[in-house]
């Protein structure tokens, strides 16, 4: 790690660190000196929320965050979900942003990796507003375990 690493948190929220979940009670800050792991609760994705192929691959890399020993297999879900949805994918701008999630993932800058992924999202809306109520999206997914 290359510096310190300042979190704020309001009373009440929640902070996972190094797959331990932590509450606070009041305003409190955090000072991080060394390598951490760590996803605050505004970045968490609710399983219920994971709707679209990108979402669940967030809800699977999510894990890798909150899961540390879960890591490999994690992993593997990531990778088999990747190659589906590039291989799917009609928009040259979402091929080449899962391209740089999962060179993220490959070298272990698995937050950033989920920081870019939300970013892809709005590219998923739109494609996904291209459907209309009666016509189902061919862009699925499984979770994976």
Partial sequence: MSGVIRISLRAGETIFINGALVSVDRKTSLEFRNNVTF???????????AVTP??????????L??????????????????TIL?????????VD????VKNLINIGRNFEALKKLRKL??????????????EEPQLKVSQGG
């Fill in 39 to 49: 996803l605050l609760e505004n970045h968490m994705l609710k399983e219920d929320d």
């Fill in 54 to 63: 990108l979402r669940k691959m967030y809800l699977n890399l999510q894990k």
């Fill in 65 to 82: 965050l909150i899961e540390p020993q879960s890591g490999f297999t994690t992993r593997q879900n990531f990778y088999e979900m990747h």
């Fill in 86 to 94: 590039v291989a799917a994918s009609p928009c040259d701008e979402l």
């Fill in 97 to 100: 942003g899962l391209m740089e």
């Fill in 121 to 134: 999202f709005e590219i998923e809306d739109a494609m996904m507003m291209q459907f209309d109520d009666t």
